[in-house]
Nanobody, 114 residues
Framework: QVQFVESGGGLVQPGGSLRLSCTTS????????MAWYRQAPGKQRERVAS???????YYSNSVKGRFIISRDNAKNTVYLQMNSLKPEDTAVYSC????????WGQGTQVTVSS
């Protein structure tokens, strides 16, 4: 059974940075694209970044140039370095494969506020 465990969220001021981590279980995790998603209150979940097993990356327009996704296949871990954070980045951030599996972790709350 696939499991995702996210960490690294918190409260940060606008312009600040955070680094999120997500560890996965399951033998297929190293071959599937991994993605970070976020869901703000009252909004649908959206994919903000993804990385393939060959390390090709995708970023949504809203985070391009500010966020960096990376993965460590040996550790079954995917990271999201978030820089120049804005209040509109406030959301629960979750990781999953791309396309996403039905199983989701608890996510990690990111709040950007002064």
């Amino acid at each position: 059974q696939v499991q995702f465990v996210e960490s690294g969220g918190g409260l940060v001021q606008p312009g600040g940075s955070l680094r999120l981590s997500c560890t996965t279980s399951g033998s297929i995790s190293t071959i599937y694209p991994m993605a970070w998603y976020r869901q703000a209150p009252g909004k649908q979940r959206e994919r903000v970044a993804s990385v393939t097993s060959g390390y090709s990356t995708y970023y949504s327009n809203s985070v391009k140039g500010r966020f960096i996704i990376s993965r460590d296949n040996a550790k079954n871990t995917v990271y999201l370095q978030m820089n120049s954070l804005k209040p509109e980045d406030t959301a629960v951030y979750s990781c999953n494969y791309f396309p996403a599996f039905d199983t989701w972790g608890q996510g990690t709350q990111v709040t950007v506020s002064s």
